[in-house]
């Protein structure tokens, strides 16, 4: 099983980045995935979810119409469109799957981090 997250890097606020995620070695498709992110110095944090389906989504407040979360099943890749990116955004952002039968069957990628700088 493999989680590999890419598209990382040093971003001037106000900036886009786009992270991707790149599944293997389990059935994409029956799981729910997630992206979080860990600012330095706090705690890890939910930051966007989208349903094994693609149909749901949810955000958490702060980015809330400035991310958006998708999912290409065909090519096992959950993407997080990052726009009008903010100092607070700078973090390690990880994605994670859940199977959506059960959300003890869980596995998560390495991180990418993301840095929002002038």
């Known amino acids: 099983v493999q989680l590999v997250e890419s598209g990382g890097g040093l971003v001037q606020p106000g900036g886009s980045l786009r992270l991707s995620c790149a599944a293997s070695?389990?059935?994409?498709?029956?799981?729910?995935m997630k992206w979080y992110r860990q600012p330095p110095g706090k705690e890890r944090e939910l930051v966007a979810s989208?349903?094994?389906?693609?149909?749901?989504?949810t955000y958490e407040d702060s980015v809330k119409g400035r991310f958006t979360i998708s999912r290409d099943n065909a090519k096992n890749t959950v993407y997080l469109q990052m726009n009008r990116l903010k100092p607070e955004d700078t973090a390690v952002y990880y994605c994670?799957?859940?199977?959506?039968?059960?959300?003890?069957?869980?596995?998560w990628g390495q991180g990418t981090q993301v840095t929002v700088s002038s």
């Open positions: 070695g389990f059935t994409f498709s029956l799981y729910n």
């Open positions: 989208i349903r094994s389906a693609g149909g749901t989504t």
């Open positions: 994670k799957a859940e199977a959506n039968w059960n959300i003890a069957y869980a596995y």
